[in-house]
């Protein structure tokens, strides 16, 4: 049985994030926070990964998980500020000095958790079209060895960029995530609009936020250009 927990408010010190990636599927938010760990060693915590993993395991958990999100809805907040509170805490216990978010958070309730909870540098909202995104669903994929993921739209140079993190470059080494099709984007990005979009519409008013197309690969150094001031 799951027991459904209050939120609970760090009495410490907040958590430390440099870089919070806001943001639409496939917008580029993890592979951009996955730049950031590979240049400048900084940790990044995905619910969507985290959840991955649950979704995997036979628990009560990974049953309210899959039946959260089976048609593209959200998981309940209570239980992703608390995943993402643990992952985080568990990263800086074992040395991390600053993390980022990737996708996180999603509902304005998540958004009073963060800001609760967490020392945010920059809010960077990964703006792109929405038909240029649902044609990235279908070519994304994930190296099965290396955990990367990147784009088969880049093919016939996958694999002179796969040299770059990954020696096996065969596609029998590749998975398409279980969402990544047209039909369920369409759902995926319906819940988009109706509960992050008002999330990304409040944080646009900090002074710390951004918008950048995160396709883009050089607009990675528009990141690094603020990260500069607390890295």
């Given amino acids: 049985?799951?027991?459904?927990?209050?939120n609970m408010i760090r009495q410490d010190r907040k958590i430390p994030v440099s870089v919070v990636f806001l943001g639409p599927p496939a917008s580029g938010k993890g592979t951009a926070a996955s730049y950031l760990k590979d240049?400048?060693?900084i940790e990044s915590v995905s619910p969507g990964?985290?959840?991955?993993?649950?979704?995997?395991e036979n628990s009560d958990l990974a049953k309210l998980v899959i039946e959260s999100t089976k048609d593209g809805g959200l998981c309940p907040d209570w239980i992703t500020n608390q995943v993402v509170l643990k992952e985080a805490e568990n990263l800086i216990s074992n040395g991390a000095k600053s993390i980022t978010l990737d996708g996180f958070p999603r509902t304005e309730e998540q958004l009073l958790f963060l800001n609760e909870n967490y020392d945010v540098g920059l809010?960077?909202?990964a703006s792109t079209h929405w038909m240029t995104l649902?044609?990235?669903?279908?070519?994304?994929?994930?190296?099965?060895?290396?955990?990367?993921?990147?784009?088969?739209?880049?093919?016939?140079?996958?694999?002179d960029f796969m040299s770059d993190f990954c020696a096996i470059k065969s596609e029998n080494n590749w998975e398409q995530r279980w969402d990544d099709n047209p039909e369920f984007f369409a759902k995926r990005f319906k819940v988009y609009k109706k509960e992050t979009l008002p999330v990304i519409k409040e944080v646009s008013k900090y002074s710390n936020f951004i918008k950048l197309d995160?396709?883009?690969?050089?607009?990675?150094?528009?990141?690094?250009?603020?990260?500069?001031?607390?890295l």
Avoid at 1 to 6: A, G
Avoid at 140 to 159: E, Q
Avoid at 214 to 229: F, H, P, Q, R, V
Wanted: glycine residues 0%.
């Fill in 49 to 56: 990964n985290i959840f991955k993993k649950i979704r995997s």
């Fill in 1 to 6: 049985m799951i027991e459904k927990k209050l």
């Fill in 39 to 41: 240049k400048h060693k």
């Fill in 123 to 125: 809010f960077v909202y």
């Fill in 214 to 230: 995160l396709l883009k690969n050089e607009n990675y150094k528009i990141i690094e250009s603020y990260l500069k001031l607390f």
């Fill in 134 to 159: 649902r044609k990235m669903v279908s070519c994304r994929r994930i190296c099965k060895t290396c955990s990367k993921v990147f784009s088969t739209k880049d093919l016939p140079n996958c694999n």
